[in-house]
């Protein structure tokens, strides 16, 4: 909850997120648990600094084999970073032709997936489906 406050506090960062259909899918807990968290999605996607894209099923392959974060710094002396997560190890990654694959590999994914007003109604047909 603290991080997700993070986001409403002035001079917020920014966060652009890209999740796959799979996780709007996926029923964790409950109907209700799922209906819970997908609907904290949608609130956070109505931030001015949010947004959120759905890479659809229909996507086919795409750029990245697990979960990544690029975390961009606005100071010229703060380099970008990735953070890369495992099972068993987190990795930062900061070598700017590291950067450079996972910051294109991003971009990919952001043009695979459905704009971010399309996966706003994807959410929101699949909250419906749960009720």
Do not use: C, K
């Not at 959120?52 to 990544?68: E, H, I, R």
């Amino acid at each position: 909850m603290e991080r997700q406050a993070l986001l409403t506090r002035p001079q917020s960062p920014d966060l652009w997120a890209v999740v796959h259909e799979s996780v709007l899918r996926h029923t964790v807990g409950n109907s209700h648990v799922m209906q819970a968290q997908l609907e904290r999605i949608l609130e956070s996607s109505a931030l001015a600094n949010v947004t959120v894209q759905v890479l659809p099923f229909d996507a086919g392959s795409y750029p990245a084999t697990g979960p990544f974060t690029v975390l961009g710094f606005p100071e010229q002396e703060d380099p970008d970073v990735v953070y890369r997560d495992g099972v068993t190890d987190a990795v930062y990654l900061e070598r700017p032709e590291d950067i450079g694959q996972y910051t294109r590999a991003f971009d990919n994914l952001r043009a695979l997936s459905l704009s971010p007003q399309r996966s706003i109604d994807l959410i929101e047909a699949t909250i419906r489906g749960l009720t």
